[in-house]
């Protein structure tokens, strides 16, 4: 779970940030400040790795003032500003100091939704490897601009009918691994084609590889990755 501190003085909006973090799988509410120095004893005290921030604080300081705080202490959580703040002075300064995301109120539950399940995806595929690959990195660095477009364009070479294809036939396997010739078993595309597109599928994080070795020559065997499903749905 990831465990979340609401910085906000209003206790009407931060009961409604609440509710709205309830309604998102992974997320713990560990505690809810209405300043500086309240946030900064629980950020001391207990395990935050998310902290939702509000600009605007009662004091001379603001929430600009203890992300700066957090920034220099190098703690290790993560930053979304939830603010009134529109100021592209405020905007700049606070992505200069790494924020995860930016949200202006008023704001729908859509938009809170897409920032903390953006997050929380990120998170879980930075937690789970010691290295990562350039394609899956993308995946994270990029997916706002992903967003935007119609469809991703696919890598010379490779069809999205024929990825289509071959992407029916994984969801419909009941084994848990599978191999080329598994695939190529119930289609009819070449071996040396399919292997093209499960290395593509490795690389966005769609399937995992694993060369198993036994009688005769070793076999590149593949496992799907339910939960990154989604990102092949760009290129279809």
Do not use: C, W
């Not at 992974?26 to 600009?55: P, Q, Y």
């Not at 490897?129 to 660095?141: A, R």
């Not at 469809?151 to 084994?175: D, H, W």
């Amino acid at each position: 779970m990831i465990n979340v501190l609401i910085v906000e003085d209003d206790p009407m909006v931060a009961r409604f940030n609440q509710r709205y973090l309830e309604e998102i799988d992974g997320f713990h509410l560990i505690g809810i400040s209405n300043s500086i120095e309240d946030a900064m004893e629980k950020i001391t005290e207990l395990k935050v790795d998310l902290v939702l921030l509000d600009v605007y604080l009662p004091g001379k300081q603001t929430g600009m003032n203890l992300l700066e705080q957090i920034r220099m202490e190098q703690l290790e959580m993560d930053v979304i500003l939830i603010t009134a703040a529109s100021e592209v002075e405020n905007i700049q300064s606070a992505l200069r100091m790494g924020v995860v995301d930016y949200l202006i109120k008023p704001f729908e539950f859509e938009r809170f939704k897409k920032a903390l399940t953006s997050y929380r995806e990120s998170n879980q595929m930075l937690q789970k490897h010691s290295t990562i690959e350039q394609g899956e990195l993308d995946l994270l660095l990029l997916r706002d601009v992903q967003e935007t477009r119609e469809k991703l364009s696919l890598p010379k070479g490779l069809a999205r009918s024929t990825l289509a294809s071959i992407y029916q036939e994984l969801v419909s396997f009941e084994e848990e691994s599978f191999s080329t010739d598994d695939i190529a078993g119930v289609t009819s595309i070449s071996r040396v084609s399919i292997r093209k597109y499960l290395r593509f599928l490795k690389e966005i994080g769609v399937v995992d590889e694993t060369l198993v070795y036994g009688i005769g020559r070793p076999v590149y065997q593949y496992s799907l990755k339910k939960m990154n499903i989604p990102r092949i749905e760009s290129y279809l």
